[in-house]
T-cell receptor
Framework: GNSVTQMEGPVTLSEEAFLTINCTYTATGYPSLFWYVQYPGEGLQLLLKATKADDKGSNKGFEATYRKETTSFHLEKGSVQVPDSAVYFCALRASGGSYIPTFGRGTSLIVHP | DGGITQSPKYLFRKEGQNVTLSCEQNLNHDAMYWYRQDPGQGLRLIYYSQIVNDFQKGDIAEGYSVSREKKESFPLTVTSAQKNPTAFYLC?????????????FGSGTRLTVV
């Protein structure tokens, strides 16, 4: 079946540090890949997406590149800020019949001033 | 603006009671989903529906029920059979082309047993 594996958190960084949150997936075919962000007490918001190999999704300074050869979709940001503190979820939507998304367990990011 | 509205934001349930969580979307999305989130945990799928009057069980459907009488609405009932209902509940929806557009989430309902 499909699966998404994210690095364990929490990830704790100082402001302006470089962020990487690793995400790898298992799926047949060519899934679409997503990063969602969840702020405390809120629902998930779509952060960025990529629908085919080598696509780069980007939004609000965050980037992730769809790497089919390594089945990865790592989230990066060059300089994190305190408001970036949140939980980040990697997800996939498999190609073919199933429209049900598969989510990773989430990675908590804490940014200190 | 289009979106998903979940209500109420906070809900308290007494032992043995059924409670219903509301989820309404005006995005004209075909599919709708209910997830449960426990502290420090990921999302677990309770029920999902692709079309009106049809829905399927997810991974943890026991103790829950849903209906899909209208495209816009997908209410979740937490029954007394659900022994540990305290959690954060998230509703989501998607266009048939979720491959390109992804999924839209509501702001959640926090249910507490008192």
């Amino acid at each position: 079946g499909n699966s998404v594996t994210q690095m364990e958190g929490p990830v704790t960084l100082s402001e302006e540090a470089f962020l990487t949150i690793n995400c790898t997936y298992t799926a047949t075919g060519y899934p679409s890949l997503f990063w969602y962000v969840q702020y405390p007490g809120e629902g998930l918001q779509l952060l960025l997406k990529a629908t085919k190999a080598d696509d780069k999704g980007s939004n609000k300074g965050f980037e992730a590149t769809y790497r089919k050869e390594t089945t990865s979709f790592h989230l990066e940001k060059g300089s994190v800020q305190v408001p970036d503190s949140a939980v980040y979820f990697c997800a996939l939507r498999a190609s073919g019949g199933s429209y049900i998304p598969t989510f990773g367990r989430g990675t908590s990011l804490i940014v200190h001033p | 603006d289009g979106g998903i509205t979940q209500s109420p934001k906070y809900l308290f349930r007494k032992e043995g009671q059924n409670v219903t969580l509301s989820c309404e979307q005006n995005l004209n999305h075909d599919a709708m989903y209910w997830y449960r989130q426990d502290p420090g945990q990921g999302l677990r799928l309770i029920y999902y529906s692709q079309i009106v009057n049809d829905f399927q069980k997810g991974d943890i459907a026991e103790g829950y029920s849903v209906s899909r009488e209208k495209k816009e609405s997908f209410p979740l009932t937490v029954t007394s059979a659900q022994k540990n209902p305290t959690a954060f509940y998230l509703c989501a929806s998607s266009h048939w082309d979720s491959h390109n557009y992804g999924y839209t989430f509501g702001s959640g309902t926090r249910l507490t047993v008192v």
